[in-house]
Nanobody, 121 residues
Framework: QVTLVESGGGLVQPGGSLRLSCVAS????????MEWYRQAPGKQRELVAR???????NYVDSVKGRFTISRDNAKNTVYLQMNSLKPEDTAVYYC???????????????WGQGTQVTVSS
């Protein structure tokens, strides 16, 4: 069973930055794609960014140029550096491990508690 523990959220003013961390266990981290999701109040959870085992990154359009996903295989940790934050980035952020099923990636870990990010003046 893959377990995930997120941290690093908080309250930040518009234009500010935060760095989220996620430690994974129960999988061979180095060969696993990792993903960051977010869920805002009243909305469905959405994929924000994915990083492949080889380090290739993909982002949802709304965060391109502002967020950067990275990984440290030695620490079983994936990061999300968030810059130029906007109020619409306010959400609970979750990470998960992604498994490719031939068509798309599907999260297969147990969802953690997430970390709250609030962007407000």
């Amino acid at each position: 069973q893959v377990t995930l523990v997120e941290s690093g959220g908080g309250l930040v003013q518009p234009g500010g930055s935060l760095r989220l961390s996620c430690v994974a266990s129960g999988t061979i981290f180095s060969i696993t794609a990792m993903e960051w999701y977010r869920q805002a109040p009243g909305k469905q959870r959405e994929l924000v960014a994915r990083i492949s085992s080889g380090g290739s990154a993909n982002y949802v359009d709304s965060v391109k140029g502002r967020f950067t996903i990275s990984r440290d295989n030695a620490k079983n940790t994936v990061y999300l550096q968030m810059n130029s934050l906007k109020p619409e980035d306010t959400a609970v952020y979750y990470c998960n491990a992604g498994r490719y099923n031939g068509v798309t990636y599907v999260p297969f870990g147990s969802w953690g508690q997430g970390t709250q990010v609030t962007v407000s003046s």
